[in-house]
């Protein structure tokens, strides 16, 4: 079956979670590691039971899946099993059986979104439509993946405020830049486009209810519609004018990603790092500003121009005022050395790297201890990366050789063999190695997982 391998990777790194859990839930008495891992791991099996630790889990590892995508792991599942009486079998069919349900998926098998609409939607990302001249008073861009990821929203849809016009319905309700709006009258806003489209129809004088995320979480607001102002009359000079506008006054791109969490216990333990001061950079666009300033993954950005940053929305509320054209001064952490480094702010964000025509396959990997440890782990996993010239056929060997690649990045960039023993690489297509990444990366919001204190970091990576 085409999903046979990436669903029997799922199975074994959601028990072994569970096993995680399990030990870590012994009140402390982990002096054999090892061996409370295997007496756990007996205890799950006799007598059966999986309702009490492995349906949760593998909730949380399916919980991203769709209702298509739902059915094809049932029906894989089932159709691979050599023992159906397999605990870790019935647990994995018992939570896509509740989460069908809790989705209200109809028996009838949906047909999955192809690469082509995945392709669409990401191409979509980089419009920028123009302000909202009678809606908010807002200039808005549809949130992009980077600064979702930084800001904590996930998935990262919705129309981010790049400035509300002073004296505007939008100043006067309370939004401030980067604030994203994500509904409108109940009505979901995935881009600045559909932000548009829905206040375009609604009355002036209407007092919209809007929904935002800020400071990692939801609020709502209301936000009155304003009257449409009528078009300045246009002379001959004033194209010349618009289009001689400097880049200056544009906002300024540093096109650094940036973990979406103050540096935790568990990260600043396995990185080694003095003090959880300073923001960790987990990936740069392609030619972008911070690329050729020399920034890395791993880096850790103490300050710009001379400001201290311990969050990344502090960094980023803080990038957002600067305007392109402009020089950052920029102090980072690396190797235990303090490195000076200067950035010239684009006016573009940078584009992602271009998908391969005809790709069939992607892949991306994961990495974690086998055994959890007190206090929390960090669980690494890669974003999603076309393999060319990769098939079905190939995907589980192709997996076979991700994981260990992305294990040996890790130890190549300082973290401990021993802190990255449990490495897989997920290879399938589109539609079903996005789904499975987006719900790995789902876990790090459950209780069950942040009760551990573990962390879990998406490096933007590919071997």
């Not at 990436?6 to 054999?32: E, M, N, P, Q, R």
């Not at 980067?178 to 007092?207: C, H, T, Y």
């Not at 923001?279 to 300033?293: D, I, K, N, P």
């Not at 993954?297 to 400001?307: E, P, V, Y």
Request: net charge negative.
């Amino acid at each position: 079956m085409k999903k046979s391998g990436a669903l029997k990777t799922i199975l074994k790194t959601t028990f072994l979670s569970a096993i995680g859990t399990l030990v870590l839930g012994l009140g402390g008495c982990a002096l054999d590691p090892a061996g409370l891992a295997i007496s756990a791991a007996g205890s799950l099996y006799s007598p059966p039971d999986p309702a009490t630790v492995i349906v949760p889990e593998f909730k949380n590892s399916f919980g991203a899946y769709n209702c298509p995508s739902l059915a094809e792991a049932e029906v894989t599942l089932k159709a691979d099993s050599n023992d159906p009486g397999d605990v870790v079998l019935l647990g994995a069919l018992e939570a896509i059986r509740q989460l069908k349900a809790e989705k209200g998926c109809s028996a009838i098998t949906q047909t999955a979104p192809t690469q082509t609409s995945a392709n669409s939607t990401a191409n979509n990302v980089s419009q920028t439509p123009p302000d909202l001249q009678g809606g908010f008073g807002l200039e808005i861009e549809t949130l992009s993946s980077s600064i979702g990821t930084a800001i904590g929203l996930n998935p990262a849809q919705g129309a981010v405020v790049i400035s509300a016009l002073k004296g505007g319905t939008g100043e006067k309700a309370g939004l401030e830049p980067l604030d994203v709006i994500v509904e409108v009258a109940g009505q979901k806003v995935a881009n600045a486009a559909d932000l548009q489209g829905i206040v375009s129809k609604m009355r002036p004088g209407f007092n919209a209810p809007v929904r935002i995320w800020r400071d990692h979480t939801f609020a709502d607001l209301t936000v009155e519609v304003a009257t449409p102002q009528a078009p300045v009359a246009a002379t001959a000079a004033a194209p010349a004018a618009a289009n001689s506008a400097s880049t200056e006054s544009r906002r300024g791109w540093l096109g650094v990603v940036v973990f979406s969490e103050s540096l935790s216990i568990p990260l600043v333990r396995d990185l080694n790092l003095p003090d959880a001061h300073g923001v960790l950079v987990v990936g740069t666009g392609m030619e972008s500003a911070a690329a050729q300033a020399g920034l890395k993954a791993f880096d850790i950005i103490q300050s710009i121009d001379g400001q201290a940053f311990d969050r990344p929305d502090q960094l980023l509320s803080y990038l957002s005022s600067r305007k392109a054209g402009n020089t950052v001064n920029i102090q980072i952490l690396r190797n235990h050395s303090t490195i000076p480094l200067t950035a010239t702010l684009k006016a573009e964000e940078p584009a992602n790297p271009p998908v391969p025509a005809g790709v069939e396959i992607y892949c991306y990997a994961t990495a974690s201890p086998y055994v959890p440890e007190q206090g929390g782990s960090v669980y690494w996993i890669s974003t999603l990366f076309p393999v060319p010239g990769a098939t079905l056929k190939t995907a589980v060997e192709h997996g076979n050789v991700v994981g260990p690649q992305f294990r040996q990045y890790l130890i190549s960039q300082g973290i401990s063999p021993g802190k990255v023993e449990a490495a897989f690489g997920i290879c399938s297509t589109y539609g079903s190695a996005n789904d499975s990444l987006q719900a790995s990366v789902a876990r790090n919001k459950t209780a069950a997982f942040t009760s551990t204190g573990s962390t879990i970091v998406t490096l933007r990576w590919a071997p």
